[in-house]
């Protein structure tokens, strides 16, 4: 057995992304159980710090999407009471699950990030929603991508192609949050880089590449197996892959985040990456993006979240 002791991995939770977040934790697990660790998938609900206290894990591996996985808030928790776990610190989860704030930190960086304009739902409606449709269309053309600036998933995320869609696409993204990112809809390749850091440095591994049958990488797309053709490693030329490599290191570097963490770019015509968010939770399904980049960089996924548990206990030491 694994000397790392008792394990806990934390799935689930009360977010839009329960379902995702509880299929990222059981593929965790057993990829875990496969290198001989002793693990055990834990539910985020009223009763977790009692079982944290009564039965106390030697290091927590979280797995939740969303608010309580991607904002600070249970690593704060962890931090609390005195238990290592994963991934970064409850501030960098803060920036970065924060997409405007996110954007902002990598444009100061160098970064490119396409135009924006962040909308809390009280603005639209006091300042009526017509009128303030037509002053982001004036402001940044059409069409547009819209999305809560806070989630995950591409929920209550779409693409605006005229000023009717984009109502439409405002009142979608409302739906999963209060305010809603509006930006310009970059024409590119989309693509995904992870980087991981087991104690040598931070490093990107392959680039994947991604391909909807229907054009918008969605919620569907995601996570419907057979809906999305992908590339690991990506098509790009060998000089637009090391900048977006380097585009996602310096996300992680930036937004101080830790162990692993996930960037999401368009690629445009010459070669430039653009900025979309970070991810300190990337998914861990069957049809998510991170596990893809581990296996085409030759690693095998357990003995890697097996290194980065053993980085999070010796923090603690």
């Not at 996110?102 to 300042?127: I, M, Q």
């Amino acid at each position: 057995m694994s000397d790392l002791g008792r394990v806990v991995v934390l799935a689930g939770g009360l977010s839009h992304e329960r379902d995702v977040s509880l299929r990222s934790g059981r593929r965790i697990a057993d990829a875990l159980r496969a290198t001989d660790v002793d693990v055990e998938v834990l539910d985020v609900d009223g009763r977790l710090l009692a079982t944290l206290a009564s039965d106390r894990p030697d290091v927590v591996f979280p797995a939740l999407h969303g608010a309580y996985g991607e904002d600070g808030a249970i690593r704060d928790v962890l931090d609390l009471v005195g238990v290592p776990y994963v991934g970064s610190p409850p501030d960098a989860c803060r920036l970065a699950f924060d997409k405007p704030m996110a954007k902002a930190a990598l444009r100061a960086a160098g970064v490119r990030t396409p135009d924006s304009v962040a909308l809390p739902h009280d603005t639209f409606r006091d300042l009526g929603a017509s009128a303030v449709l037509d002053a982001i269309v004036a402001r940044l053309g059409l069409p547009l991508f819209v999305k809560p600036t806070r989630g995950g998933s591409a929920l209550g995320a779409s693409v605006a192609r005229t000023v009717e869609e984009l109502s439409s696409s405002m009142v979608g993204a409302f739906a999963y949050g209060d305010v809603a990112l509006v930006e310009t809809f970059l024409q590119g390749t989309e693509v995904a880089v992870s980087v991981v850091d087991t104690g040598n440095g931070a490093e990107a591994l392959p680039i994947v590449e991604i391909i909807p049958d229907s054009g918008v990488y969605d919620y569907t797309a995601r996570y419907t197996a057979g809906t999305t053709e992908f590339f690991v490693p990506s098509r790009l030329a060998p000089n637009a892959a090391e900048k977006a490599a380097q585009a996602a290191l310096t996300a992680h570097r930036v937004l101080r985040l830790r162990d692993v963490s996930r960037t999401d770019l368009i690629v445009d015509a010459d070669g430039t990456p653009w900025f979309l968010e970070a991810n300190v939770a990337p998914g861990m399904t069957e049809t998510s993006l991170l596990p893809q980049a581990t296996a085409a960089a030759g690693l095998d996924a357990g003995v890697l979240y097996r290194e980065l548990l053993h980085r999070a206990v010796s923090r603690s030491t």
